[in-house]
């Protein structure tokens, strides 16, 4: 079992940053490959990001490349994401998942991670 906290959201104006951490209990955190995923008001949950279980890779939806970091601390049972150059468009319900198995290329859909944090809200204002 593995409880997941996300912290870090709040209302920023466009072109600023925020750093969404997500911590993780258990002692198992290196054993699962972390995502970040999205929800706006009225549409579906959509992947940002994803990291590896050593942190040594990474994959992004194309929408935050050049803009956003994801990057994990396994000491501390952490997984962050640096969001830069903000759009208000980015304004969404941000969520970390964690999933039981190696990183791969393909990108798993929401229901394919076994835990999920309850939110954070990220607000970007124009």
């Known amino acids: 079992q593995v409880q997941l906290v996300e912290s870090g959201g709040g209302l920023v104006q466009a072109g600023g940053s925020l750093r969404l951490s997500c911590a993780a209990s258990?002692?198992?955190?290196?054993?699962?490959?972390m995502g970040w995923f999205r929800q706006a008001p009225g549409n579906e949950r959509e992947f940002v990001a994803a990291?590896?279980?050593?942190?040594?890779?990474?994959d992004y939806a194309d929408f935050v490349k050049g803009r956003f970091t994801i990057s994990r601390d396994n000491a501390k049972n952490t997984v962050y994401l640096q969001m830069d150059s903000l759009k208000p468009e980015d304004t969404a319900v941000y969520y970390c998942?964690?999933?039981?198995?190696?990183?791969?290329?393909?990108?798993?859909?929401?229901?394919?991670?076994?835990?999920w944090g309850q939110g954070t809200q990220v607000t970007v204002s124009s």
């Open positions: 258990g002692r198992t955190f290196n054993t699962y490959m």
């Open positions: 990291i590896s279980r050593g942190g040594s890779m990474t």
């Open positions: 998942a964690a999933r039981n198995s190696a990183f791969t290329l393909r990108r798993y859909r929401p229901n394919e991670y076994d835990y």
